[in-house]
């Protein structure tokens, strides 16, 4: 075990640089991040993920938000095991009529002030599984949105683009 | 109508077998064959028919949630609400349940467990699932071509490739289209591409829920890197539709061949470190050996497939049992060992990560010259197709009818995970409460793919 460990003492990081916030994120988050809430909590924010009928692609995606080339942690941001510990909820899929209450449960569960970004093209409007007897759209249908980052799935850079918006935001 | 695949192993014979149900009923084969048991609890919830002397005849994925029953049957607005969904009993002194999900507390998919333990012991685990149930096999019904190839290829995102090249093999079935040699050849190079990037972050997620995060994160990094020669090679990180019925989407770009040779060597040299760390780790040895056994005879009664199956002495895998091209005319191992416990899942991703990079270089080298896709015949009446391909997670089968218009009449994709979710139940058994996220980790079996 020590080999590796000392081998990566001498080798240069992979990790990318940090992608400058999406400004359409940005515009998106304008006027609903609260100046209060931002100071209060100031750059650290925990993240609850919640697939609410994703196809598991976007949470591949949002796992590699974890790997040493996106190292999100350096940001901040801190994926947590529950709720009740969290500052955002990122949430992906469609919202499936059997995953209904367990994100409205969540969602009621994670203490004031929270955010609530939708991940992928599913979360924004249902995406290709819109408009079957299963599915109840996006996230937006369900609890309030206060972040969009789209894409089927968006890669690792456009959900750090998304995610240091809510950073940026003053 | 209810339909039955079959194959028999001792001669190689495969078929399909068809029942009408003009009484809105079949005899139910779970009876005699429990991995059917599911499946017709599911053809009951969304079709309507009755499995006539089921032994289980609660619902499996309508919640009592949709504003419909039976939606691809005789849909019925829905009657009164359904009761609460009653688990299965465990009795005896000191018992308690512990009930977890559909929220899980990592970034995983929704599910119910419920735990029944005695002590740190698990008696009982039982599954609920179908959080994930997005109605697809409806959304299918009618959709052209370009639509459900879409839409098959998100039936389990992990597996797109997978997916889409069932998919567009039954399609290739029902309308008796050739395909062009290169087309098959890039479509192994994408579907061994997707193997390698699963079987990696495996290997480290497994490692990682044994909290040995040194492992996972040098796994992460490789699989990475396959998502970025991917991307590089094919414009997408996971390969999303670019496998389509007649071919693939795109040729391989010119500097293809050496962004993807790169990536071998960069495997070559970095992966064998990271087994001796795995060989040599006794504390994560501890975890896995003898965590999660399941016996050889249940693998065998499910035709568990996959990792698990091979891991547990099923030597089954689609590319060679039931080969398609081009896989017969390519040199590879299939890797079978008989300890069926989470170590042995753990040196069957090793395994075969090593024979997709041998798969790779061989396609590289030998790619054939030519188109990479081919006009669709177009029949002009009703066909159906089956196809049966192998995915990281094991065999996916995609069964479709085409209408005489050329559009998907019905489409019923089927996962892996059917036959290894209920073999979850039985592997950790007597094991203690901790282990099940490894348990379940060497398993990795498919929500969305399994709920629909």
Sequence with gaps: MRKPLFQNLLRSPLTVAAPAPSERALAELGAKVDRVARQRLGRSLSIREVDAGSCNGCELEIHALNNPFYDLERFGFHVVASPRHADVLLVTGPVTANMREALERTYAATPDPKWVVAVGDCGRDGGVFAGGYACIGGVAEVVPVDLHVPGCPPNPIQLLEGLLALLQVQ | ?452
């Design chain 2, 1 to 452: 109508m209810v339909h039955l695949a079959v194959h028999e192993s001792a001669s190689g014979t495969v078929g399909v077998a068809s029942l009408p149900c003009p009484d809105g009923q079949f005899p139910a084969v779970g009876r005699q064959h429990p991995p059917a048991q599911r499946l017709e609890r599911t053809i009951a919830d969304l079709v309507g028919l009755h499995p006539v002397d089921a032994p289980d005849a609660r619902p499996w994925l309508d919640h009592g949630r949709w504003p419909v029953r039976h939606p691809l049957g005789p849909a019925s607005a829905p009657g009164e609400s359904l009761p609460p969904y009653p688990f299965l009993a465990a009795e005896g002194e000191s018992l308690h349940q512990i009930p977890v999900g559909p929220v899980h507390a990592g970034i995983i998919e929704p599910g119910h467990f419920r735990f029944t333990a005695n002590g740190e012991a698990v008696v009982r685990l039982e599954e609920r699932l179908g959080y994930v149930h997005k109605g697809i096999e409806s959304l299918l019904s009618g959709a052209t071509l370009e639509r459900a190839a879409r839409l098959v290829g998100r039936v389990s995102g992990d597996s797109t490739v997978a997916y889409a090249l069932a998919f567009a093999r039954a399609v290739e079935a029902a309308t008796e289209t050739d395909v062009p040699a290169r087309a098959h050849w890039l479509r192994a190079l994408l579907a061994e591409l997707e193997r390698l990037a699963n079987h990696c972050g495996d290997i480290g997620a497994i490692c990682n829920d044994a909290a040995f995060a040194l492992m996972h994160a040098h796994c992460a990094v490789l699989r990475e890197r396959v998502l970025r020669a991917s991307a590089a090679c094919f414009g997408h990180r996971l390969l999303m539709d670019r496998i389509v019925p007649g071919g693939v989407m795109m040729d391989l770009p010119t500097d293809g061949i050496k962004v993807l040779r790169a990536l071998v060597a960069e495997f070559r040299r970095q992966f064998p470190p990271l087994i001796d760390l795995y060989d040599n780790t006794a504390s994560l040895q501890d975890r896995t050996v003898s965590t999660g056994f399941v016996r050889p005879a249940l693998i065998g009664q499910f035709g568990c497939g996959g990792v698990i199956g091979r891991a547990g002495g099923r030597a089954f895998d689609a590319r060679r049992t039931l080969a398609y091209p081009p896989y017969e005319q390519l040199a590879f191992e299939i890797p079978v060992l008989t300890e069926s416990d989470v170590n042995a899942r753990v040196w069957l991703r090793i395994r075969e990560v090593e024979q997709s990079l041998a798969l790779i270089e061989q396609i590289l080298e030998r790619l054939p010259p030519g188109p990479v896709s081919a006009s669709l015949n177009r029949p002009g009446q009703p066909r159906e197709g089956v196809a049966l391909v192998e995915g990281f997670r094991g065999d996916v089968l995609v069964w479709l009818r085409l209408a005489a218009d050329g559009t998907v009449a019905r489409c019923h994709p089927r996962d892996p995970s059917w036959f290894q979710w209920p073999l979850l139940e039985a592997a950790i058994e007597n094991n203690i409460v901790a282990d099940f996220p490894l348990c379940n980790k060497s398993f990795n079996c498919s929500y969305s793919g399994h709920d629909l």
